[in-house]
């Protein structure tokens, strides 16, 4: 009698378990619709070039401080832009992490849009000051529906990589 009080007790879980890993029904975004998201961390170009310390400015130092040559650690803000046609989706400055501000800027960014054919640019200005973008890539795309399409920056060869 124990046994078949187990067993109906284990089937009985069973059933619930299996009723709620199908129900209620879950979905991710609308059914005409899909979703872009931009994923990527990147360091813009540092503020200022190296330069070569001369002799003389080696020579004020303390020995455990002379290094040949001067370099910022501070960088640029990366702008990011996503659009589709005319529409921007996103468009932010990002100021790069740490201390001393000469760490990587990250960007994760979802963004749902209708499902069709959409064309598709991001651009990237890491060097400051230009309104021209540094990086760019522009795609026509027909997005399914419920699609997630993730774009990202290659750091090897500097490109944005629509997926």
Known sequence: MKILAEILMYATFMVIVGALSVWPPYQLVEED????????????????????????ELNKLPPNMRKP??????????????????????????????????????????????????EIFVGMNDSGGSESFDASNALTLNLWPGRNLVIQFDEQTEQFLIR
């Not at 619709?33 to 003389?56: K, N, P, T, W, Y």
């Not at 589709?84 to 468009?91: M, P, S």
């Not at 790069?96 to 990250?106: N, T």
Request: proline share 4%; with cysteine.
């Open 69 to 118: 040559s001067d370099c910022p650690r501070e960088r640029h803000p990366v702008r990011v832009e996503l659009r589709t046609g005319t529409n921007t989706l996103y468009a932010e400055t990002l100021l790069p992490s740490g201390i001393w501000a000469d760490g990587k800027a990250s960007v994760y960014q979802r963004v749902e849009v209708l499902a069709g054919e959409h």
């Open 33 to 56: 619709r899909a979703i872009i998201s931009l994923v990527f961390s990147h360091a813009g170009e540092r503020i200022a070039e190296c330069r070569i310390l001369s002799q003389d």
